[in-house]
């Protein structure tokens, strides 16, 4: 079964996470409204089972509760993924959401790394923090052991091109995790 739970508690955030990679039920409670839309996108277009919940000093802003989700997260799936034996280990996708175009590649390599390129109109959606996208991005692929390259093609409206960004990778990672019935695909026999 391919499944993690992660804890992880500092003085700044305390969070949960449940993953199953091959489905369930999506529960996010972030206490930021857009983040968890987002997470339960990702979730729901994965095709994951996905239970998050986190609490975090919010008083000061959504830097640290974001952040500190997408390193849970990140350890959530690289638990999730043992030694990554059988898997399609490469995805990619594009998401058009209204005027926004996104596009996501990933390799489940366990040599992380992220590409990052989006430029966002509005400093807000809700009370979510745009400049936190990157950071989340960049703490889920750290802790997963992910290569990860996220691109925003062309948009103006800074939800729809986040939402776009959330759900190819949603649908990159599923691609990816699908069992192939192999070994480890890669010539040197381990990742």
Sequence with gaps: MRTSSIERNTKETQIRIELNL???????STGIGFFDHMLNALGVHGGFGLNVKTA??????????????????????????????GINRYGSFS???DESLAMCSLDISNRPFLVFHADFNEERCGDYETCCT????????????????LNVLYGSNSHHEIEALFKALAHALKIAVTKNNGGVLSTKGVL
């Design 56 to 85: 975090g000093d919010l008083e000061v802003d959504t830097h640290h509760t974001v952040e500190d989700t997408g390193i849970a997260l990140g350890m959530a799936f690289k638990k999730a993924l043992g030694d990554m034996c």
């Design 22 to 28: 091959d489905g369930g039920e999506v529960e996010v």
């Design 95 to 97: 998401i058009p959401m």
């Design 134 to 149: 990157e950071e989340f991005f960049r703490a889920f692929a750290m802790n997963s052991g992910i290569t990860l390259h």
